[in-house]
């Protein structure tokens, strides 16, 4: 009986994972290269609170410090290896707590933690427009921190402090570039109209974006072809090649 049962979850298991093959996937842009702002997030203010009480009129002052503010961290741990599901030009990160009387201090704010794969290269651009390496992520896991919380305001509660408080510091921000290293398992290269895009969407489900005017692919596009034994192999379409009178090119995009 247990052996029938073992099969029958089997057959489903079989099933479902074939009919989940069959779904349309959802189309990737692919992207190996990025550039956004991150800006740390916004320290909480301090309170500006007293204690004194007619019982007690030189309690003083008891108002609680402000949270920090979430910082920006980017950690590899994503299983697509491609950039291109990042689609926000500016990150903030979360506002740290506001503090309250009864020195009861605010919360730090949440961290903000933003997925890549394995082997991309972050970089913070100055203005000059010059890269300057702040880490390489070669291990599942592995984190760096692209822009850091302010600190939290003070409140009137602190010691040696006037009776006043504090707004909470600014987030650090940051023009950061995402510099991804790791290749696709499998490239789609063609001449215009050869039938790289038919060939992609038959062993992947997935449809490259088109110009119906010249009825080419105009994005490289992410698809997988999966396998009975959850081997995963990614695949790419790169936009047709042009050719110039001395070379071959690849139409001129940004990834």
Same mark, same amino acid.
């Given at each position: ?66 949270? &920090? ?95 006043? &408080? ?64 959850? &081997? ?24």
């Amino acid at each position: 009986h247990r052996q029938n049962l073992q099969q029958q979850e089997e057959a489903l298991e079989e099933q479902e994972e074939e009919q989940e093959m069959q779904k349309p996937q959802k189309q990737r842009f692919y992207s190996d290269l990025l550039r956004m702002t991150m800006t740390g997030g916004v320290g909480g203010s301090g309170a500006l609170a007293s204690a004194v009480t007619r019982a007690r009129p030189t309690a003083g002052l008891n108002g609680g410090s402000g949270g &920090k503010g979430g910082d920006i961290i980017i950690v590899a741990n994503s299983e697509d290896p491609n950039l291109g599901y990042i689609r926000e030009e500016e990150i903030v990160g979360n506002t740290g707590d506001i503090g309250r009387g009864g020195s009861v201090n605010g919360k730090n704010a949440k961290d903000t933690r933003i997925s890549v794969p394995v082997g991309t290269t972050v970089y913070e651009i100055d203005k000059k427009e010059k890269r300057h390496k702040l880490a390489t992520l070669t291990r599942w896991g592995q984190t760096v921190v692209a822009a850091k919380g302010g600190q939290g305001g003070l409140g009137s509660g602190m010691k040696n402090y006037a009776p006043s &408080k504090q707004t909470g510091k600014p987030g650090e921000s940051k023009r950061i570039e995402l510099d991804l290293q790791i290749q696709h398992d499998v490239s789609i290269l063609g001449f215009p109209q050869s039938g790289k895009s038919t060939l992609l969407s038959s062993l992947s489900n997935v449809q490259a974006p088109r110009d119906d005017t010249i009825e080419n692919t105009v994005f490289p596009t992410m698809g997988y072809m999966r396998f009975i034994n959850e &081997k995963k192999v990614s695949l790419l379409d790169y936009p047709p090649f042009k050719h110039s009178s001395r070379s071959f090119e690849i139409l001129p995009f940004p990834f």
